[in-house]
């Protein structure tokens, strides 16, 4: 009896998970199965590993990687010094704001800001530098999407340094550490599964980023993410845009997995 009672809450999650995750992974599966004429075949698993898509799936885990990075760069020192303030939770409430906002319309944003005639190019002209094309750049799709995932990677950090008991680091400074071992030897290891958690939360989006790519970088950045829309909306080939989004489930769990046996090595 205590058993059913303890399993009931659990049967709207079981429900959930069902027909909202693992049911439209296996239809993804299903239409990867099918050509264009919905007949049964392996080719289109067969063409991902042509060089073509290879090549897709090498950029979209650089850009990741880039995206990952700069992101991890500006978030942490940015959770360090929130810490340290004194009303942190409102300084953090009001980096996390943005992320509301729909994203296509802060993309749309970001187009009128690095445009040709934008504030920019604007302020730029003032110093005598001719107006530059920043969009449709390496540079530009990297700052937007660092600018969007910047409040997901702040916040694990941010967690993470709050809870930091600060007489360990009294402890290493007066033992004789310099700020630099200090935050290498004590603050890094103790706040890294925040770390872990942010990068994530980063990583794992930023390999099926579309609508950015498409923005802000045109049509010189293309990514799986990118590669699935063409499929689906230009090619109309859906068996091949299921193809790519097979193999990106399995990169995303893969990353999971991965990051949470290390997560879990950590701790022993």
């Known amino acids: ?3 059913r009672v303890a ?21 993804v599966v299903y239409y990867s199965m099918l050509d264009l004429y919905g007949n049964f075949t392996l080719d289109n ?16 885990f650089w850009y990741a990687i880039l995206i ?16 340290k303030t004194k009303h942190k939770h409102l300084w953090l409430m009001l980096i996390i704001i943005p992320s509301w906002i729909n994203l ?6 970001f187009i009128g800001i690095f445009g040709l005639y934008g504030p920019i190019n604007a302020v730029a002209s003032v110093f005598g530098i001719e107006p530059q ?8 799709f990297i700052f937007v999407a660092v600018y969007i995932f910047i409040p997901f990677m702040i916040i694990p950090i941010f967690n993470s340094l709050d809870k930091l008991n600060p007489t360990l680091v009294d402890a290493a400074r007066d033992l004789g550490a310099s700020p630099f071992t200090t935050f290498r030897r004590v603050i890094w290891p103790l706040t890294i599964e925040g ?22 970088a045109g049509n010189q950045v293309i990514t799986l993410g990118t590669a699935i829309e063409q499929q689906f909306l230009v090619a109309q080939n859906w068996g091949m845009g299921s193809t790519i989004a097979v193999f990106l489930v399995l990169i995303m769990l893969a990353s999971m ?9 950590g701790r022993v």
């Open 1 to 3: 009896m205590r058993n």
């Open 7 to 27: 399993k009931g809450p659990l049967i709207p999650y079981i429900f959930w998970i069902v027909f909202f995750v693992i049911a439209p992974i296996l239809l």
């Open 45 to 60: 698993y067969k063409n991902f590993f042509t060089p073509v898509y290879l090549k897709m799936t090498v950029t979209s």
């Open 68 to 83: 990952t990075f700069f992101t991890l760069l500006v978030s942490y020192p940015t959770a360090y010094f929130l810490t």
């Open 104 to 109: 296509l319309l802060k993309t749309y944003a």
């Open 133 to 140: 094309q920043i969009l449709f750049t390496d540079f530009s």
């Open 195 to 216: 770390v872990k958690s942010g990068i994530q939360v980063t990583f794992i989006p930023a390999l099926s980023l579309f609508m950015i790519t498409r923005l802000i």
């Open 257 to 265: 997995l991965l990051t949470g046996r290390r997560a879990k090595g």
